[in-house]
């Protein structure tokens, strides 16, 4: 495999994570300390940049609890993508920790954190356009050793349009339909937790509610969320929680309720 998860995320390394692994195994580093009651999945106070450039997270803290939708919104340049790959190894963090289920996975490689059950959709590249639909949700399905066509059969029904396209190279679909082909790549590993890194970027306000729909969807299976969205309005309608970053920092932070009533978010990130 060298799609979204593992070629990005190689380039994206710096070389501080040779140094770690060369580090004699203490406490901290040997087994895992399960902190049971914690979110499903945080970043906790992240501080990191890519290579050896500046930081571009300072102190960000992102978590989602299970059976939540949790979303990321800010403006451009925020860092909420490189937060979302931060979360998924593909950028070493100086500073903080990321945890799932209360596992420290701060030292997993993107592959590994894959295998411990993140189901992560990046922002670009996200499928495989020469390849057909249904390739692309057999090549989602690579770590698995079971048979995947239970789990492909549950993302032909959240995503009807993808049985009927299933032969077709998805180069050759809408937006929005190749939005649910990375979605329902993610899907085929059987995640525990779905990142999706603005899903409905460049869809139509139709399509993007559309989406919206069959997230909460998924959501409601009990299967976490986590998505960063442009659309912060929408997206916080739906979001049991909120993260507004700004410059690489948490600068509020709330359900999506608060968010979406408090004056200074409003005026600031949406649009009054
Ligand atoms: N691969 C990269 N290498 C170096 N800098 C990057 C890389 N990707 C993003 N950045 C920088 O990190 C900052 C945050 O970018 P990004 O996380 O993509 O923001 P957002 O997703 O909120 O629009 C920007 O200043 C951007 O230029
Ligand atoms: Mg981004």
Redesign the pocket.
């Known amino acids: 495999m060298s799609d979204a998860y593992s070629g990005r995320g190689n380039n994206?390394r710096s070389v501080t994570k040779e140094t770690g692994a060369t580090m004699t195994p203490g406490p901290q580093h040997g087994r895992a300390t399960p902190a049971p009651g914690g979110p499903f999945l945080i970043g906790d106070t992240m501080t990191g940049g890519?290579g050896s450039?500046p930081d571009?997270l300072h102190d960000c803290t992102i978590a989602v609890e299970k059976g939540e939708i949790a979303v990321i919104v800010?403006p451009?340049?925020?860092?909420?993508?490189?937060a979302m790959k931060a979360l998924f190894g593909m950028l070493d963090v100086r500073g903080g920790a990321v945890r799932l289920d209360g596992e420290d996975i701060t030292q997993l490689s993107p592959q590994d954190r894959v295998q411990k059950g993140m189901g992560f959709v990046p922002q670009t590249h996200n499928i495989f356009t020469s390849m057909t639909v249904e390739e692309n949700l057999e090549m989602g399905a690579f770590i698995r050793k079971d048979d995947i066509r239970p789990t492909m059969e549950q993302v032909y029904e959240l995503f009807p349009i993808l049985r009927d396209k299933r032969h077709q190279p998805a180069g050759e679909l809408s937006g929005g339909q190749r939005q649910q082909v990375a979605v329902g790549r993610a899907l085929m590993t059987k995640p525990k937790v779905l990142m999706l890194d603005e899903p409905t970027a460049g869809v139509s306000p139709i399509v993007m509610d559309e989406l919206f729909d069959r997230i909460i969807e998924v959501a409601r299976t009990g299967l976490p969320v986590l998505m960063?969205e442009q659309n912060a309005r929408q997206a916080l309608e739906i979001a049991d929680k909120g993260y507004v970053?700004v410059q690489g920092a948490n600068a509020h932070t709330g359900t999506g309720k608060e968010l979406l009533a408090d004056p200074e978010v409003r005026q600031s990130f949406l649009g009054g």
């Open positions: 994206d890519y450039g571009i800010g451009n340049g925020a860092g909420k993508s490189t960063v970053l």
